[in-house]
């Protein structure tokens, strides 16, 4: 048996892990006559070494998983889950002073948009839409998507709810998307000047009080009864 003292240090030994990590790891002298690389406690150390690195490499793969869970790949804007988070926060601050309110956005014809051009045309409408929205509101207010071609906005009013202020800012949010999306719309047109696009999309708004009492699901169902109402002024 080789002599022990020649590869043994008793008060720091220096190993390197399965992930190339070199370590210092404090020792006392070992009872069994075995070379370094045998030593129980070595193996120890390497084991709960390794163990560390590996949780930091999960830490950060799930740092990196986060946003995708978060917001919408599409658009950018907050998932339906997401928006539903933010926007109770917007209520809560709302119990403590001011309003809250929420908005459903939808994008009319948008189906015939993507019969007419295709789905890449119409992934880039949806993009545009939520660009806009995201330009046409104020700090404290979140958007997000709730799924194909629908939108939410919840916002926060140090005021007290108004039905006609509502009303206006839904008619200026409109405009405002509408004016962005019909820039891409022109876009799309030159980029297929053969296709024949029968109707302009626009958006239709509905704005609701989220009076203190009421649920998210109470809230999204007037605003989108609001929404339905609007649109049918328009056929």
């Keep these: 048996m080789p002599d022990r003292g020649a590869f043994f240090n008793p008060e720091i030994m220096t190993c390197t892990n399965t992930n190339g990590r070199t370590l210092g790891l404090p020792c006392v002298p070992c009872p069994l006559d075995v070379y370094p690389g045998e030593c129980p406690q070595l193996k120890v ?35 339906p889950e997401r928006f539903r988070d933010a926007a109770h926060r917007v209520l809560e601050r709302a119990r403590k002073e001011g309003s809250a309110a929420l908005a459903l956005v939808d994008l009319d014809d948008f189906k015939g948009y993507n019969d007419t051009f295709n789905h890449s045309a119409g992934d880039r409408l949806l993009r545009a839409a939520g660009d806009s929205l995201l330009r046409h509101i104020r ?19 140090p005021e007290p ?7 206006g800012r839904g008619a200026m949010l409109k405009s405002g998307v509408d004016e962005d999306i019909t820039y891409q719309v022109e876009i799309d ?14 958006v239709s708004i509905g704005v609701a009080e989220w009076r203190r009492d009421m649920t998210f699901t109470e809230a999204k169902d007037k605003a989108d009864e609001l929404m339905y109402k609007n649109k049918q002024r328009k056929r």
Aim: glycine share 10%; net charge negative.
């Design 45 to 79: 150390g390497q084991d709960l070494a390794s163990l560390k690195t590996d949780n930091t490499a999960l830490r950060q793969e799930v740092q990196t998983l986060l946003p995708a869970a978060r917001y919408d790949p599409l658009t950018g804007l907050l998932r």
């Design 139 to 157: 700090p404290g207010d979140v958007v997000g998507r709730l799924g194909g071609d629908e939108f939410g906005v919840a916002y926060w009013s």
């Design 161 to 167: 709810f108004d039905e006609g202020k509502a009303a």
């Design 189 to 202: 047109r030159h980029l297929f000047p053969s296709e024949n696009l029968e109707a302009m999309p626009e």
